[in-house]
Nanobody, 122 residues
Framework: QVQLVESGGGLVQPGGSLRLSCAAS????????MGWYRQTPGKQRELVAA???????NYADSVKGRFTISRDNAKNTVYLQMNSLKPEDTAVYYC????????????????WGQGTQVTVSS
């Protein structure tokens, strides 16, 4: 019912910046919280940042002060502005959306994007 497509990943030098985008498409759905996760080989997928429909944003301690999550509900898009990138930020970044549907929004599931590679290296 919903598809998420990420873009904006790539290769950047330490200290550089990237802006990730994730656009949701489909019909007959609503989105609550949207977020970004990342994963490297041998590690579990971890939350990077999340932005709910109502409430404050959440960030992993490792990215606080460097990353900013935002969303444009009119475009069904969430963004992740990444500044002061470090080599340890290298990972596949996944967009996530909590989708709700049904006559009373009584059903819900998590939708995931395909992932976009971010590599921070000299």
């Amino acid at each position: 019912q919903v598809q998420l497509v990420e873009s904006g990943g790539g290769l950047v030098q330490p200290g550089g910046s990237l802006r990730l985008s994730c656009a949701a498409s489909g019909s007959r759905f609503s989105i609550r919280t949207m977020g970004w996760y990342r994963q490297t080989p041998g590690k579990q997928r971890e939350l990077v940042a999340a932005i709910p429909s109502v409430g404050v944003t959440n960030y992993a301690d490792s990215v606080k002060g460097r990353f900013t999550i935002s969303r444009d509900n009119a475009k069904n898009t969430v963004y992740l502005q990444m500044n002061s990138l470090k080599p340890e930020d290298t990972a596949v970044y996944y967009c996530n959306a909590r989708v709700v549907f049904g006559p009373w929004d009584q059903y819900e599931y998590d939708c995931w994007g395909q992932g976009t590679q971010v590599t921070v290296s000299s």
